[in-house]
């Protein structure tokens, strides 16, 4: 599936006005009830399948509202970023959609990737961590979801850090993180990575930032 990325970007913003709140966290449970998330890029469509289980399962609007919002948001632009990784020369798809350990090849190294705002709870500066890759990749290791994309394998982060706090909005602007994405993979070095010791075994990973 290709996906339209400056479609996509237009139906992430539209996410914007809203706040970006859990509510509870992350659980199968709830998984399940807004799986509905991947069969929609439009943003009406699926505030349209929010309204419909919540009345097929009587659950409280405000909370199926935020879980599934937030789970669209996060999906869809992953999505966009994959697919800018994949376009460029010298990266592979991985063959094997189901195997949520690699999203691609590049230069050799099978990587899977995650784009992450830069974490309230980690108690340094951008200035800091930005010069200390290795600190904030073993926390954002050590700190990732329990849930099922929890692993311990190589990564790349696309780490975003908004001047104004608002770090999670841009995950919405696609435009940026794919200046970022070729920036990094246009001068890539294997021997820059770094090499993380986790679970006796050594990971391959990095940050890419977008800063705005």
Partial sequence: ????????????KQRLPYPYQWGKKQTDKWDNYTNFIYDFPSWEAVVEAMK????????NKRELFNYAANRWFNFWSAMAVEQIFTEIDGV?????????????????????HKTSVFPEAYKQTLYY???????????????????????????L???TYAEDGEHWKLKAEISLLKQCIQKYVSTFDASTLEQLQLNNKTIYSDIIWAVK
Avoid at 1 to 12: A, F, K, N, R
Avoid at 130 to 149: A, F, I, T
């Fill in 1 to 12: 599936m290709s996906l339209d990325l400056v479609y996509i970007e237009s139906q992430l």
């Fill in 52 to 59: 419909a289980t919540t009345e097929a399962y009587g659950l």
């Fill in 157 to 159: 982060f696309i780490v």
């Fill in 129 to 155: 961590a930005q010069h200390h890759h290795e600190d904030l990749l073993y926390w954002l290791y050590k700190n990732q979801s329990q849930q099922q994309r929890k692993h311990l394998e190589n990564r």
């Fill in 92 to 112: 592979t798809p991985s063959l094997n959609h189901k195997d949520r350990l690699v999203d691609f090849n590049l230069r050799g190294i099978d990587f899977d």
